[in-house]
């Protein structure tokens, strides 16, 4: 079966190791630079493929669910871990619309994923201290050292997340905003190598963040700039 090869990728750590990604179900890897290489049938589209920054074998990857038959149901995908570079896959979380390796050196399995929330448009309405009435949030970042065996919530309401090689940003809608008003975005951040991530509020001027876009640059003394 013949289809067509819409991206490559090659391990950072070991530069004979190449994946390449095609544009349904199919996909071919090769330890030896394209030498030999094994055709995978993942039996689904695949979505994104990502190595380990430091461990060879292991590849994270985003597939659409099984069965999908509905755009709602391709509005994100099922999260799959391999060990052997590509071969065999397991699901390790569901209804993910983004996910990363970090680059901690302690905590060398951290994963982070943003998650659309399981049965969230049967969540009722949250009733805040000031009566103000908002619908429940509906994505969440969340984050595993252990494959998500176990798990812990980073941030509720999250929009996006971005990882550097020491931090991770999160931007989230304001909890308080009510219902109709005007998108409010709020940024935080953590340490990536902390045992247990926990999210500082960034303080910016005005409300830069309502009309705006950056990108976050890290130099090599830690330090950070949003361009």
């Known amino acids: 079966m013949f289809t ?44 994104r493929f990502s190595f380990h920054p430091d461990l060879t074998m292991y590849i994270l990857g985003l597939f659409e669910p099984l ?23 397991k699901v390790v979380q569901k209804n ?14 951290r994963i982070v994923v943003l998650r659309k929330k399981p049965e969230v448009d049967k969540s009722p309405l949250v009733i805040t201290s000031t ?44 909890p308080l905003a009510a219902i109709g008003g005007p998108k409010r975005l709020q940024l935080s951040v953590g340490d990536i190598e902390s045992p247990l991530i926990s999210l500082s509020p960034v303080e910016l001027p005005g409300s830069i963040l309502e009309s705006h876009s950056y990108t976050i640059l890290e130099s090599t003394q830690q330090r950070v700039f949003l361009h």
């Open 4 to 47: 067509r090869i819409i991206n490559m990728l090659q391990s950072p750590v070991d530069s004979d190791l190449i994946l390449f990604q095609g544009v349904g179900r199919l996909s071919w890897v090769s330890n030896d630079c394209g030498k030999t290489i094994l055709l995978i049938d993942h039996g689904r589209k695949a979505l």
């Open 131 to 174: 009566t103000t009435a908002i619908k429940e949030l509906p994505f969440q970042v969340l984050y595993s050292d252990n494959h998500f065996v176990t798990e812990r919530i980073l941030r509720d309401g999250a929009e996006r997340f971005a990882i550097t090689t020491h931090y991770i940003f999160v931007s989230f809608k304001d």
């Open 96 to 109: 993910i619309l983004d996910f990363s390796w970090t680059h901690s050196k302690k905590f060398i399995d």
């Open 67 to 89: 069965n999908c038959r509905s755009k709602k149901c391709r509005s994100s995908g099922e999260l799959a871990l391999s060990t052997d570079w590509g071969k065999s896959w």
